[in-house]
């Protein structure tokens, strides 16, 4: 018996861990198989609601035309079928064709099963033998290719630009926060608290200001592309071209994310920090690399893990603006100028849908994968969160969330009929007051209470100078709002701005800049000279001739002290007449004394006198070498001709004559009742407070009417989306069981769906309005990125020694919730909210910069018209001016942001 029982004991200890382990990989297995089943779904859903917004009907003003996904494999039908040519198809077998095309791709089908179909196409890439479409490759050369091979082709590129930018931000990120949690306050901690502002701002708003400086500018890395237009000598020659390439975007991406991410895992490192087993380890003695390693950032490690993966899932579409500013070969760019190739200009009709369509399936995919392997990291990285709990604790779980839910029903509906008591008695014992004095109690009691928060409010602020910096610039904001709504009723700016063009008679420059620019400038520019006839500069004297005609001369004295040359020149004539065109000589006359007679000209009712055509440049250019060595008669940058009037005779550079000018007008009428009449205008390079664009607006309407915009925006989006997505965030995870697993399966729902993607196409075909998608986007938001990262946070907290004893005294869920839970995530709270509400005002300029437009002008209008214009490259004032209001918005938010932390954090006022 002894020795049956030492040779059965070994066999039979092995067998029951083996099982332990095939019902935890089980158990493991299916769970992952359901949070994969449920992401397919998802993105099915998604893609599916996708096509059928695509597959409308555009109403193009006389005609409505035909669906949209229809007509894109109409004409893919028709590509495919002229491909065919070569092979003498009779007549008959090209119907046969075409309808064996047609069946394939479910054109003949019913509508939902029509766009089932296309659904499963979109999702596998696969769209039979009509995917061949004419695109061109990195180099720029047009061929075929179908939708499968056109991805595989540049989604590698967003990849190694996003790739090694979040690698860099990961590796950086970590050392860094860690760093300044431990050094909390020194230079370091406060200069990258100084800096967190920028991370608020886009990437592709950092990319325009680094292409002006480093490319424009100081012209020291290439402005765009991701090749040279010469390729290099040998193939290793391309890893240096390409890496020359990424530097700006890679960079921006960088600046965009790295403060953001450091300053908030700072503050996590802080609090923690604090914590009594840190002190306890403190008290042992470990060393500083140990206490980091296991006591900080092992127990926040889900934060960090949550905040950086939610991160990387915003910022794969913000990826479509950054390479199209920098015209990055990627999926971005490819979605913009290839599946809406007319988007980024001024025609909405889209382009090749289903390679869009494809994008967007790329776009859910890799948002799905995110949230995926987040659910694992969480798994792998924290030993509290178990995905493979036993049925029956699962069960008992659910049974106790819901016996617990059942509970604070009921208790809330005692307390309610015990408030509906109480009132109705206080009630009955007011009902004998006058409703006035009711009214005054009332006001008294919220006037004491806003008083009482404003004091504690003002005394702590004035602690932060930096607060009262982010109050002012706040406050001009808010007074630049009042001027915008004052100056420019909202009645009339939008029909005014999108409708005033080019006047027959200009008086104000195009693409000027700022007149502001003289004060720094030793020589100034000419802004405006308009000089009519009642002008004293200006004689007029009539002569009456013999044979009834009048000769009238006119002189126009200019006083001309600028440094560069006037951009436009032009003299206005007015003519009234019966029959015979009244008749014009001109002479003008330089400082040294020159004279250079014009062109006489015949005059209709009205002439715009055409400097440019009036003299002969070339004959004059050719009798002066110095001139010779600047004047261009090219066809690319072109010298205007009437520059020949100002140019210095002695000047072998292009230098305008400083002095006293004069344009001599010598009229003549031919009727007694004619009459003439001039005016000359000169047009220079500065206009206004803030320029003009290429419409000779001025532009410090859109910069002011951008004011009210992006306040209301930003303030409005951040603060609903921080506050549902916090309250919804703590009712989940203090009830946890099915309450928490429909935020998570909403939420997860939300951040797999492509939604900025989606939104564009949406625009582009739906012709929704701008304030539509943006209250969208804020509604989706409180179950995006917020949501997800207050809940890690609320993770941690829930296990905390106070939460039990709470429990342990019987509080109410609710005043856990509200009492405990929330105000110990306010310093989390802080650091979201500062980052929202640059980011909604950022959205809106986002959005406008594809072309999404509202009937007001707003900042992102105005940089996508710059940029689409040319801008960087002329008149840069064009796209810096409301770049720099944005900046100087989320520059207010984020450093009155910081000071709040401060004052609503103790730990960290203590520091």
Same mark, same amino acid.
């Given at each position: 018996m002894t020795d049956t029982s030492t040779t059965t004991s070994p066999t039979l200890k092995p067998i029951l861990p083996a099982y332990g382990r095939l019902r935890v990989v089980w158990s493991a297995t299916r769970y992952l198989l359901s949070k994969a089943i449920l992401i397919a779904v998802t993105i099915f859903i998604g893609v599916f609601v996708t096509i059928i917004v695509a597959n409308r009907p555009v109403s193009l003003g006389y005609y409505i035309a035909q669906p949209q996904v229809e007509a894109n494999i109409e004409s893919q039908i028709d590509r495919y079928i002229r491909s065919q040519s070569n092979t003498s198809l009779s007549r008959e077998e090209t119907a046969e064709l075409r309808e064996d095309l047609r069946e394939e791709a479910g054109l003949?089908?019913?509508?939902?099963?029509?766009?089932?179909?296309?659904?499963?196409?979109?999702?596998?890439?696969?769209?039979?033998?009509?995917? &061949?479409?004419?695109?061109?490759?990195?180099?720029?050369?047009?061929?075929?290719?179908?939708?499968?091979?056109?991805?595989?082709?540049?989604? !590698?590129?967003?990849?190694?630009?996003?790739?090694?930018?979040?690698?860099?931000?990961?590796?950086?990120?970590?050392?860094?926060?860690?760093?300044?949690?431990?050094?909390?306050?020194?230079?370091?901690?406060?200069?990258?608290?100084?800096?967190?502002?920028?991370?608020?701002?886009?990437?592709?708003?950092?990319?325009?200001?680094?292409?002006?400086?480093?490319?424009?500018?100081?012209?020291?890395?290439?402005?765009?592309?991701?090749?040279?237009?010469?390729? !290099?000598?040998?193939?290793?020659?391309?890893?240096?071209?390409?890496?020359?390439?990424?530097?700006?975007?890679?960079?921006?991406?960088?600046?965009?994310?790295?403060?953001?991410?450091?300053? =908030?895992?700072?503050?996590?490192?802080?609090?923690?920090?604090?914590?009594?087993?840190?002190?306890?380890?403190?008290?042992?003695?470990?060393?500083?690399?140990?206490?980091?390693?296991?006591?900080?950032?092992?127990?926040?490690?889900?934060?960090?893990?949550?905040?950086?993966?939610?991160?990387?899932?915003?910022?794969?579409?913000?990826?479509?603006?950054?390479?199209?500013?920098?015209?990055?070969?990627?999926?971005?760019?490819?979605?913009?100028?290839?599946?809406?190739?007319?988007?980024?200009?001024?025609?909405?009709?889209?382009?090749?849908?289903?390679?869009?369509?494809?994008?967007?399936?790329?776009?859910?995919?890799?948002?799905?994968?995110?949230?995926?392997?987040?659910?694992?990291?969480?798994?792998?990285?924290?030993?509290?969160?178990?995905?493979?709990?036993?049925?029956? =604790?699962?069960?008992?779980?659910?049974?106790?969330?819901?016996?617990?839910?059942?509970?604070?029903?009921?208790?809330?509906?005692?307390?309610?009929?015990?408030?509906?008591?109480?009132?109705?008695?206080?009630?009955?014992?007011?009902?004998?007051?006058?409703?006035?004095? &009711?009214?005054?109690?009332?006001?008294?009691?919220?006037?004491?209470?806003?008083?009482?928060? =404003?004091?504690?409010?003002? =005394?702590?602020?004035?602690?932060?100078?930096?607060?009262?910096?982010?109050?002012?610039?706040?406050?001009?904001?808010?007074?630049?709002?009042?001027?915008?709504?004052?100056?420019?009723?909202?009645? &009339?700016?939008?029909?005014?701005?999108?409708?005033?063009?080019?006047?027959?008679? !200009?008086?104000?420059?195009?693409?000027?800049?700022?007149?502001?620019?003289?004060?720094?400038?030793?020589?100034?520019?000419?802004s405006v000279i308009a000089l009519d006839e009642a002008n004293p500069a200006v004689s007029r004297f009539d002569e009456s001739l013999s044979n009834g005609w009048t000769q009238s001369s006119i002189t126009y004295t200019i006083d001309y002290r600028y440094s560069g040359f006037p951009q436009e020149m032009f003299l206005f004539i007015d003519a009234e007449f019966l029959e015979k065109r009244p008749f014009v000589s001109a002479k003008w006359i330089t400082p040294d004394g020159r004279e250079i007679d014009l062109k006489n000209v015949s005059i209709t009712s009205s002439l715009t006198y055409n400097f440019n055509n009036s003299i002969n440049a070339q004959r004059f250019v050719a009798q002066n070498p110095n001139w010779q060595k600047w004047f261009n008669f090219g066809q690319i940058n072109t010298t205007p001709e009437f520059h020949v009037l100002f140019a210095d005779p002695k000047a072998d550079t292009p230098r305008p004559l400083q002095g006293t000018y004069q344009l001599q007008i010598s009229g003549l009428t031919f009727e007694p009742d004619a009459t003439l009449h001039t005016e000359f205008v000169l047009l220079g390079q500065v206009y206004g407070l803030a320029g003009t664009d290429y419409l000779r607006r001025e532009l410090v309407v859109p910069l002011l009417w951008g004011m009210p915009f992006a306040l209301v925006f930003g303030l409005t989006g951040a603060f609903v989306t921080t506050i549902l997505a916090m309250l919804i965030a703590a009712t989940g995870v203090w009830f946890g069981g099915w309450v928490d697993n429909l935020i998570q399966r909403l939420t997860e729902a939300n951040m797999i769906l492509p939604v900025l993607a989606m939104s564009v196409l949406a625009y582009a075909l739906l012709g929704l309005d701008l304030w539509v998608i943006l209250g969208i986007i804020i509604v989706l938001n409180v179950f995006g990125t917020p949501a997800k990262t207050f809940r890690s946070a609320f993770l941690q907290i829930k296990e905390a020694p106070y939460i039990e004893a709470a429990r342990a005294y019987g509080a109410r869920n609710s005043r856990i919730i509200l009492n405990y839970l929330i105000p110990r995530i306010m310093p989390i709270l802080i650091p979201q909210l500062v980052t929202l509400i640059p980011s909604f005002v950022f959205l809106e300029a986002t959005l406008g910069l594809f072309n999404i437009k509202s009937t007001y002008p707003t900042w992102g209008r105005i940089i996508y018209q710059g940029l689409s214009n040319g801008a960087l490259y002329g008149s840069r004032f064009w796209v810096l001016e409301p770049i720099a209001l944005l900046l100087l918005t989320g520059l207010a938010f984020s450093i009155l942001g910081i000071a709040l932390e401060r004052i609503l954090n103790p730990r960290l006022l203590d520091k």
């Open positions: 003949n089908l019913p509508y939902l099963s029509r766009h089932f179909l296309w659904t499963l196409k979109a999702l596998s890439f696969d769209w039979g033998r009509i995917t &061949q479409t004419r695109v061109p490759n990195l180099w720029g050369n047009q061929r075929d290719v179908d939708i499968r091979g056109i991805i595989l082709e540049y989604f !590698p590129n967003t990849l190694l630009l996003v790739g090694t930018a979040n690698l860099l931000v990961f590796m950086i990120g970590i050392p860094l926060s860690l760093y300044l949690a431990r050094h909390y306050g020194n230079l370091v901690d406060r200069i990258i608290s100084l800096l967190s502002p920028l991370s608020s701002v886009p990437s592709w708003v950092i990319g325009i200001l680094l292409i002006s400086i480093f490319a424009v500018e100081l012209r020291w890395l290439p402005v765009s592309g991701m090749f040279d237009t010469l390729p !290099p000598e040998t193939q290793i020659g391309y890893v240096e071209v390409v890496a020359r390439h990424m530097i700006l975007p890679v960079l921006a991406i960088v600046i965009s994310l790295l403060f953001q991410l450091v300053y =908030t895992w700072r503050t996590y490192f802080v609090i923690y920090s604090e914590e009594d087993y840190v002190d306890l380890a403190k008290a042992k003695g470990l060393p500083v690399k140990i206490l980091q390693q296991k006591y900080i950032l092992r127990p926040t490690l889900p934060y960090v893990i949550t905040s950086f993966a939610l991160v990387l899932v915003g910022f794969w579409q913000m990826t479509m603006a950054l390479e199209v500013v920098f015209q990055w070969p990627g999926i971005g760019w490819l979605y913009i100028k290839q599946g809406l190739p007319n988007y980024w200009g001024e025609s909405m009709y889209p382009g090749e849908l289903l390679i869009a369509i494809g994008i967007v399936v790329i776009f859910a995919y890799l948002l799905g994968m995110v949230v995926f392997l987040l659910d694992i990291i969480y798994v792998l990285i924290d030993p509290r969160v178990h995905i493979t709990t036993s049925d029956n =604790t699962a069960q008992a779980r659910q049974n106790q969330s819901v016996s617990e839910w059942r509970n604070s029903l009921l208790e809330w509906l005692k307390r309610s009929r015990s408030n509906l008591r109480a009132t109705s008695a206080r009630a009955s014992k007011e009902a004998g007051q006058p409703v006035g004095e &009711q009214l005054t109690r009332a006001l008294k009691q919220s006037s004491a209470a806003i008083a009482r928060w =404003t004091r504690f409010f003002l =005394t702590e602020v004035r602690r932060y100078p930096s607060a009262l910096v982010g109050l002012a610039i706040i406050l001009l904001l808010v007074i630049g709002s009042i001027t915008a709504l004052v100056v420019y009723p909202y009645e &009339q700016i939008g029909t005014l701005w999108n409708t005033e063009r080019l006047s027959g008679k !200009p008086r104000i420059p195009r693409l000027a800049q700022p007149e502001w620019i003289n004060l720094f400038r030793r020589e100034k520019l000419l």
